[in-house]
């Protein structure tokens, strides 16, 4: 199917397990975007990729890694999640030519 | 320091009334501004945008207005219906592919 997706939907982990959070579109856009989604905070950017191999830090970026060795594909790495990362995260994309972003329909991540 | 604020937290409306979301953003250099609509359990999705060159854009029962002298926004949904219960989001940029800036959002509730 033609669009965003996001893997796991739902995810349980431990304080100082390591998670991956899946994104892949399917429109060959050139940006994708990390959000994370908190009451009070609205939605906050994680990090960012122009291209394949081209990341860039947002607001919130500390304890997250990214790549992006595929144009389609966008992993989110927590490398030891801790309990103030409980969040909904979403995945977004954009082509060059247009600023509206297209969004996932969002992981919610609990840390215990 | 907030970027974009959308101060009412929520908003309730009659069915068929008019509904108007407001935001305010304090960087002069944003020139584009997007409107999302967010469901529960869903994705944002992309509903309006105005270029900082225009003062008003309309499509369909949504429209947003633009006044940079007081860099505030609006989003007037006319006639509101049920459906249109939802969060929603403003965000704004700067010129060039930078990333979107979002506000904290605004629950609608439209009550039939």
């Known amino acids: 199917d033609a669009g965003i997706t996001q893997s796991p939907r739902y995810k349980i982990t431990e304080t100082g397990r390591q998670v991956t959070l899946m994104c892949h579109q399917t429109?060959?856009?050139?940006?994708m975007f990390w959000y994370r989604q908190d009451l009070g905070h609205g939605l906050r950017l994680i990090y960012y990729?122009?291209?394949?191999?081209?990341?860039d830090k947002g607001e919130v970026p500390d304890g997250y890694v990214v790549s992006r060795s595929k144009t389609e594909n966008f992993p989110l790495t927590l490398e030891s999640a801790t309990r103030s990362q409980t969040s909904v995260y979403f995945c977004?994309?954009?082509?060059?030519?247009?600023?509206?972003?297209?969004f996932g329909p969002g992981t919610r991540l609990t840390v215990t | 320091d907030q970027q974009v604020k959308q101060n009412s937290p929520s908003l309730s409306v009659q069915e068929g009334r008019i509904s108007i979301l407001n935001c305010d953003y304090t960087?002069?250099?944003?020139?584009?501004f997007l409107w999302y609509k967010k469901y529960p359990a869903e994705g944002p999705t992309f509903l309006i945008s105005?270029?900082?060159?225009?003062d008003k854009n309309e499509d369909g029962r949504f429209t947003v207005f633009l006044n940079k002298s007081a860099k505030h926004l609006s989003l007037h949904i006319v006639p509101s219906q049920p459906g249109d219960s939802a969060v929603y989001f403003c965000a704004a940029k700067r010129t060039g592919n930078t990333p979107l800036v979002f506000g904290k959002g605004t629950r609608l509730s439209v009550i039939a």
């Open positions: 429109w060959s856009h050139s940006y």
């Open positions: 960087n002069s250099m944003f020139d584009y």
């Open positions: 105005i270029s900082s060159i225009k």
């Open positions: 990729s122009a291209a394949a191999d081209i990341t």
């Open positions: 977004a994309s954009s082509d060059v030519r247009t600023y509206e972003q297209y």
